[in-house]
């Protein structure tokens, strides 16, 4: 069981998301950074899929009532696992190693605990977050997953539809889930993953001919920053103003993680996990899959510029 002391600015539970529901108006929601949340599943030895916790910036506290095998990836934030000796030996049997930074180059604290790295937390341990040094949301994985109740087949808080686990709270209690017949820990390190440029790539389409000759250019041409709205749901970008070659709005379409949507301001919008599953907005482009996470990670006040080549 993990008792949570303090969510920080925004913490929900989440897996790989409801997926085939959108026909009946239901998003798909799911880890914004589906590969941190992946990584983060296979260095405790859970199926990539299981449910963990998606932090937003850091400074979270948790408590753990039984002690359990975790690990954290995604954005990386100072970690301290409080008191200092509850946390056990690294993964595999090796000393714990204290202070600093290891050898791959991520922060570790005494007994081990870091990013991408396996470590115990002992019963009635505090695990505690820093704000990360970039990227917005770290992702924490316990072995056995967190074995909140399933709705519509997943764990997932989807903050657009409401369905799934409210986001988290102080004293909200966690259940995690039987670890008896998981394989054994067999990763003990996970290359660091370093801040990327923010170049994401733009597939154009399928509604870039409401636009203007020349709106894809413009879209790639220069910076866009991050806006202070941005969320679960999608990314929010002020810049260069993309103009239109048509009034009114499209019928209500399909959408997809990706999509850069252009609203009558002008100003696009990038569809992050909790998206609607429709839309009447024209899409000028859609991100390339493998930039999605890139997209997960920006911050508000972020520059970040478009390409359209490989």
Same mark, same amino acid.
């Given at each position: 069981?993990?008792?949570?002391?303090?969510?920080?600015?925004?913490?929900?539970?989440?897996?790989?998301?409801?997926?085939?529901?959108?026909?009946?108006?239901?998003?798909?929601?799911?880890?914004?950074?589906?590969?941190?949340?992946?990584?983060?599943?296979?260095?405790?030895?859970?199926?990539?899929?299981?449910?963990?916790?998606?932090?937003?910036?850091?400074?979270?506290?948790?408590?753990?009532?039984?002690?359990?095998?975790?690990?954290?990836?995604?954005?990386?934030?100072?970690?301290?696992?409080?008191?200092?000796?509850?946390? $056990?030996?690294?993964?595999?049997?090796?000393?714990?190693? *204290?202070?600093?930074?290891?050898?791959?180059?991520?922060?570790?604290?005494?007994?081990?605990?870091?990013? $991408?790295?396996?470590?115990?937390? *002992? +019963?009635?341990?505090?695990?505690?977050?820093?704000?990360?040094?970039?990227?917005?949301?770290?992702?924490? *994985?316990?072995?056995?997953?967190? &074995?909140?109740?399933?709705?519509?087949?997943?764990?997932?808080?989807?903050?657009?539809?409401?369905?799934?686990?409210?986001?988290?709270?102080?004293?909200?209690?966690?259940?995690?889930?039987?670890?008896?017949?998981?394989?054994?820990?067999?990763?003990?390190?996970?290359?660091?993953?370093? &801040?990327?440029?923010?170049?994401?790539?733009?597939?154009?389409?399928?509604?870039?001919?409401?636009?203007?000759?020349? &709106?894809?250019?413009?879209?790639?041409?220069?910076?866009?920053?991050?806006?202070?709205?941005?969320?679960?749901?999608?990314?929010?970008?002020?810049?260069?103003?993309?103009?239109?070659?048509?009034?009114?709005?499209?019928?209500?379409?399909?959408?997809?993680?990706? *999509?850069?949507?252009?609203?009558?301001?002008?100003?696009?919008?990038?569809?992050?996990?909790?998206?609607?599953?429709? $839309?009447?907005?024209?899409?000028? $482009?859609?991100?390339?899959? &493998?930039?999605?996470?890139? +997209?997960?990670?920006?911050?508000?006040?972020?520059?970040?510029?478009?390409?359209?080549?490989?």
């Amino acid at each position: 069981m993990i008792e949570v002391l303090s969510p920080g600015p925004y913490a929900t539970v989440q897996d790989l998301g409801r997926h085939g529901y959108a026909h009946l108006g239901v998003p798909s929601s799911g880890a914004a950074d589906a590969e941190s949340l992946r990584l983060a599943n296979r260095l405790v030895g859970n199926p990539e899929g299981a449910a963990g916790i998606e932090l937003t910036f850091g400074l979270a506290a948790l408590r753990f009532r039984t002690g359990a095998w975790i690990a954290l990836t995604g954005a990386p934030c100072p970690v301290d696992v409080h008191p200092a000796a509850a946390a $056990g030996q690294a993964a595999g049997g090796r000393a714990a190693r *204290a202070g600093g930074l290891g050898g791959s180059g991520w922060p570790v604290s005494v007994g081990g605990a870091g990013m $991408g790295v396996p470590f115990w937390v *002992a +019963a009635g341990a505090e695990l505690r977050l820093g704000r990360p040094t970039w990227g917005l949301r770290t992702y924490l *994985a316990v072995r056995g997953g967190v &074995a909140v109740e399933p709705v519509l087949g997943s764990r997932s808080t989807d903050s657009l539809s409401g369905l799934g686990p409210e986001p988290l709270r102080s004293g909200a209690l966690l259940p995690v889930g039987d670890v008896r017949a998981l394989p054994p820990i067999t990763v003990d390190l996970a290359p660091p993953r370093d &801040a990327r440029p923010a170049v994401l790539r733009v597939l154009p389409g399928p509604r870039d001919d409401w636009f203007v000759p020349g &709106a894809l250019a413009d879209l790639c041409a220069g910076p866009y920053q991050v806006s202070q709205d941005s969320n679960r749901v999608g990314v929010r970008l002020s810049g260069r103003e993309l103009a239109r070659a048509r009034g009114g709005e499209l019928p209500s379409e399909g959408m997809v993680a990706g *999509a850069v949507q252009v609203p009558p301001s002008g100003q696009p919008i990038i569809f992050l996990a909790d998206h609607p599953p429709t $839309g009447g907005y024209p899409v000028i $482009g859609v991100l390339a899959t &493998a930039n999605l996470p890139i +997209a997960a990670q920006l911050r508000p006040g972020d520059e970040i510029r478009f390409t359209t080549r490989h």
